[in-house]
């Protein structure tokens, strides 16, 4: 007993100094990556690429389909498979989460298996055209509640009215408000998002003392009880983050739309600036950040950006590819690609709405580098009108990670615009 009274007294003092969120204990920070494991699919002729060269298929582990799921989510590294175990540890007793959209039968299993055991669930989800007065229920988060006689699940629909937009948070709180706090944030949504489109997820392990858990538990409880219009959400999470005692962490900076959208602006364009090597990813690409890119360009920042090749098709065949349109696609040719933005392309599955769904920025300054990552794409919207999280990291770790990471999706998992069948075709 005198060991763990002496063990608490230290992790409490340690917390009591604490600036950067390494610095609180426990602290463990685990990216994940889906990194989808999938079948090569060939196609039903040999196609020629831009560059001449023949190809017999689409790029293995990059173009999939839902058949591939089991195989991507059974590795013990798979996002799915982290966020099944966070969800089902005896320990956990309390669920937050706040998705644009969740249909993950594996995950939606685990909860409902959790709250057969007394967990008590909370969810916020987009909620369509009308979510506050009249939402599209979502048939899965609804289904939960049948899962315990109990009133112990309750889910909440926001966005899209008052002055906002998309509810597009991508959060999940394991045992909010509590000494030890989990905390996961990701580029994907609980759908597919988990097991095979490209998505990073992001999980956290840390004192519940801390301004970023204590944070979190903020904008769910704001989005929950004020998230009705912008003007309400605003005063709710600002008078809530004002009552937090701790400091907001140096080494990650958090920032929830559309209250924080600005200053998330200020620290990319900051970032950018002093940047010697800029690394992107994004899903879509418009608005003020094309505006920063451009600029970046001209002042001959050197910029890597690897894209869905829905953006290609959709400038080749000029139409609306996925969930890309043509109208943005020719814009980020015209205003980035063709002034010299080195741009590769993920050939992923459009027939099954499989994306490149990455959002994030990797800056290397002379000294060290951070991480700009979150929930929203890369579009005005998501810093101004939607409800969405982002992140400023300069935890070292976390930043090799996100590096090695790049690494492969550039060198071997990305395609060149050389390399790009001139055929539209899809296994």
């Not at 003020?288 to 890119?293: H, I, N, S, V």
């Amino acid at each position: 007993m005198k060991k763990a009274s002496a063990l608490l007294l230290c992790i409490l003092s340690a917390n009591s100094w604490a600036v950067k969120l390494s610095d609180y204990k426990p602290f463990k920070f685990e990216p994940l990556f889906t990194n989808p494991v999938c079948e090569t699919y060939s196609y039903d002729r040999p196609l020629t690429t831009e560059g001449g060269a023949t190809i017999s298929s689409k790029p293995k582990n990059v173009y999939c389909k839902p058949s591939d799921e089991a195989a991507s989510v059974s590795r013990n590294t798979s996002p799915q498979y982290r966020i099944v175990e966070w969800v089902s540890d005896s320990e956990t007793k309390e669920l937050y989460l706040a998705y644009l959209s969740f249909s993950s039968k594996n995950v939606v299993a685990a909860i409902c298996s959790a709250v057969k055991k007394g967990v008590k669930v909370s969810i916020v989800l987009d909620g369509g055209e009308e979510s506050n007065t009249n939402p599209v229920l979502n048939k899965d988060a609804e289904g939960l509640k049948k899962c315990s006689d109990k009133d112990l699940v309750k889910v909440t629909y926001r966005g899209t009215a008052s002055g906002l937009g998309y509810a597009h948070n991508k959060i999940l709180i394991v045992n909010p408000g509590t000494k030890i706090a989990k905390i996961l944030f990701s580029s994907g949504n609980m759908t597919g998002g988990t097991s095979i489109n490209h998505e990073n997820w992001n999980f956290i392990t840390t004192s519940g003392e801390s301004f970023f858990a204590q944070s979190h538990k903020c904008v769910i409880e704001s989005m929950i009880e004020a998230g009705d219009t912008k003007a309400n959400f605003t005063t709710s999470l600002n008078s809530c983050r004002a009552n937090i005692k701790a400091e907001p962490e140096t080494d990650i900076q958090v920032f929830f739309s559309p209250v924080d959208g600005a200053k998330a602006l200020e620290k990319v364009t900051e970032a950018g600036n002093n940047a010697k090597l800029i690394e992107a990813m994004s899903h879509r690409f418009s608005g003020q950040l094309a505006a920063l890119y451009m600029k970046l360009l001209e002042d001959k920042k050197p910029i890597k950006f690897i894209l869905d090749d829905d953006i290609y098709w959709s400038v080749k065949r000029r139409q609306d590819i996925g969930r890309n349109t043509s109208i943005e696609s020719f814009k980020i040719y015209r205003d980035l690609i063709n002034k010299g933005m080195q741009t590769k392309f993920l050939q992923t599955n459009q027939n099954v709405f499989q994306l490149q769904h990455n959002k994030f920025m990797i800056f290397t300054f002379e000294n060290g580098g951070a991480v700009f990552n979150g929930a929203g794409n890369f579009t005005t919207a998501a810093f101004t009108k939607n409800f969405e999280n982002f992140y400023y990291i300069t935890i070292p770790e976390v930043v090799e990670a996100y590096n090695k990471q790049y690494d492969l999706y550039f060198d071997k998992m990305a395609t060149s615009e050389d390399e790009m069948p001139r055929d539209y075709v899809l296994p």
